[in-house]
T-cell receptor, first 108, second 117 residues
C-alpha cells in the first residue's frame, strides 16, 4: 500500500463541472501539500493545509486530520485547469512523500 | 519574482558518461532538493541539503552524488550514467529550518528531461 494515495488517477470533465480529487495518507505529520503540474513539467504549490479548509480563487482544499484525508475541489472548471494534481505529505522533519498524481483534462 | 533555474531542459547522454545537472535559486533559501519523476511512481527524493556543504541522502541516492558549495547552487552528479537513470529531474528549494522545512512551500525548477542511451 502506498503511503500517499490519490484518486482518481485520471479524470475528464466538461467545462463548468465541479471537480473533486482525493488524497489519503498513512504517514507522517498532520499536514498536506497540494501541487499542480502543467504539461511541460513545471510544478507550482497550490496549498499547504494543516487543518480545515483553504480557498484560492476557484480552488478549495479541505483536510480531515483524524481520517488522514484531504480533497481538492475545483469549481466551474475550465480547460486551463487541465494539469496533473499532486498531493504530498510531510514525513519526519526531512521530506515530503508524494502521491502519483491525478491527471485532469477539462474539455470545452 | 521567485526563481529556480535548471541548466538544461533536455539532455541526451551515453551510458557511462558523467552527467552534471545544475540548479540555481535566487531566493536565499536554506533548503534545496533533487527529485526524479517517473510515470506511475511520482516524485522521489534523491538528495537534499539544508545548508552549504551539507547533504543528506533521500530515498533513492544510489548512483547519484550532490554538491552544494554555494547557498544558491545545488548540483546533481551522475557518476556513470545508466539507462535506468533516464527520467525527469526536478530541483526545488524552500525556506526555513526545523519543521518549517517541510511545511513551507517548495519552489520547483522547470525540470531536466534526461535520456541515457
Amino acid at each position: 500500500k502506498n503511503e500517499v494515495e490519490q484518486s482518481p488517477q485520471n479524470l475528464t470533465a466538461q467545462e463548468g463541472e465541479f471537480i473533486t480529487i482525493n488524497c489519503s495518507y498513512s504517514v507522517g505529520i498532520s499536514a498536506l501539500h497540494w501541487l499542480q503540474q502543467h504539461p511541460g513539467g513545471g510544478i507550482v504549490s497550490l496549498f499547504m493545509l494543516s487543518s480545515g479548509k483553504k480557498k484560492h480563487g476557484r480552488l478549495i482544499a479541505t483536510i480531515n486530520i483524524q481520517e488522514k484525508h484531504s480533497s481538492l475541489h475545483i469549481t466551474a472548471s475550465h480547460p486551463r485547469d487541465s494539469a496533473v494534481y499532486i498531493c504530498a505529505a510531510p514525513y519526519n522533519t526531512d521530506k515530503l512523500i508524494f502521491g502519483t498524481g491525478t491527471r485532469l483534462q477539462v474539455f470545452p | 519574482d521567485v526563481k529556480v533555474t535548471q541548466s538544461s531542459r533536455y539532455l541526451v547522454k551515453r551510458t557511462g558518461e558523467k552527467v552534471f545537472l545544475e540548479c540555481v535559486q535566487d531566493m536565499d533559501h536554506e533548503n534545496m532538493f533533487w527529485y526524479r519523476q517517473d510515470p506511475g511512481l511520482g516524485l522521489r527524493l534523491i538528495y537534499f541539503s539544508y545548508d552549504v556543504k551539507m547533504k543528506e541522502k533521500g530515498d533513492i541516492p544510489e548512483g547519484y552524488s550532490v554538491s552544494r558549495e554555494k547557498k544558491e547552487r545545488f548540483s546533481l552528479i551522475l557518476e556513470s550514467a545508466s539507462t535506468n537513470q533516464t527520467s525527469m529531474y526536478l530541483c526545488a528549494s524552500s525556506l526555513g529550518r526545523g519543521l518549517s522545512r517541510i511545511y513551507n512551500e517548495q519552489f520547483f525548477g522547470p525540470g531536466t528531461r534526461l535520456t541515457v542511451l
